[in-house]
């Protein structure tokens, strides 16, 4: 085999399997640093993502083709969904009226993904997205440290109504999109396209599933009170199945399966939310 064969298999085909590969942990906790007594579980959750997904592991979305991971699809597609509804989230908590640190944090989730530092525009050299995100991993920790500070001698954070309700929508029109999405390939079939939806579908489903943890934490109280806990339980079981559904040949059942089970959770979620507009 020719020298330069040997170097392919090996750059593109194991540095690029070993660099890659999807990573669902749904036992994640925030580390200290992201979540100091008193401080809102949502927002630890969502700086531990962003630590999980973009630095403690190769980010690929933003890989240029002679990167090792320039012909894999699905992990791009599970890390950038991933951070898409995370960003909406953070999005939807910084619209109420958050601190500087937390629009901060919103502003450099909208990064696109695929942001390497070598762009086509202007300026042509800058950060890359990675970069951005930790920044808004930074700005959330820092938001949360600060609400706990605040929070001191008071007992656990506790979300308001409207907080809560906020991120909910947030997710549900993420999950929905997602689903939309699903629905739209089924239609109109495209196999090569199948196994990125599923990965797409998964990230939806994995950050969804988190913040909604850290949600029912922060709002613990008001859940058992308003008689609708089970229906926050639905929702995050829909949402765990999507998140862990990893076949080893993805076809088309499991492209519905995945939309049966978003349906599913965007019906409790619609639920949760229902009477509380």
């Known amino acids: 085999m020719a020298l330069p064969a040997v170097f392919v298999i090996l750059w593109f ?82 619209s109420i009226g958050g601190s ?44 949360n440290a600060n609400l706990a500070a605040r929070q001191s001698g008071q007992g656990p954070f506790a979300a308001s109504p409207r907080e809560r309700n906020m991120v909910l929508r947030a997710l549900l029109a993420e999950i929905e ?35 909604l943890r850290g949600l029912a934490e922060d709002s613990a109280t008001s859940i058992r009170a308003s008689g609708r806990a089970a229906r926050w339980g639905e929702a995050r079981d829909a949402l765990d199945s999507v998140a862990t559904l990893d076949p080893i040949i993805p076809r088309d059942e499991h492209l519905v399966r995945a939309g049966y089970s978003l349906l599913m959770a965007s019906n409790a979620i619609r639920a949760i939310l229902e009477g509380q507009e």
């Open 13 to 94: 085909g194991v540095i690029g399997t070993m660099r890659a590969g999807v990573k669902v942990d749904l036992s994640v906790r925030p580390g200290a640093e992201q979540l100091a007594p008193g401080g809102s579980v949502t927002l630890g959750m969502a700086a531990r993502l962003l630590e999980q997904q973009v630095e403690k592991r190769s980010f690929t979305p933003n890989d240029p083709f002679f990167a090792p991971t320039a012909f894999t699809r699905r992990t791009p597609g599970f890390q950038a969904s991933a951070v898409e509804t995370l960003a909406a989230g953070v999005e939807a908590m910084a």
């Open 100 to 143: 500087d640190s937390l629009s901060l944090a919103a502003q450099e989730l909208q990064t696109d993904p695929s942001l390497w530092w070598i762009r086509a525009g202007w300026p042509p050299v800058g950060r890359p997205a990675e970069r951005h995100y930790r920044t808004a991993r930074e700005a959330l920790e820092e938001t």
């Open 177 to 211: 999109a997602e689903t939309a999405r699903g629905d739209l390939l089924i239609r109109t079939p495209r196999t090569t396209e199948v196994p990125v939806q599923i990965a797409r579908a998964r990230g939806t489903a994995y950050a969804a599933t988190l913040l």
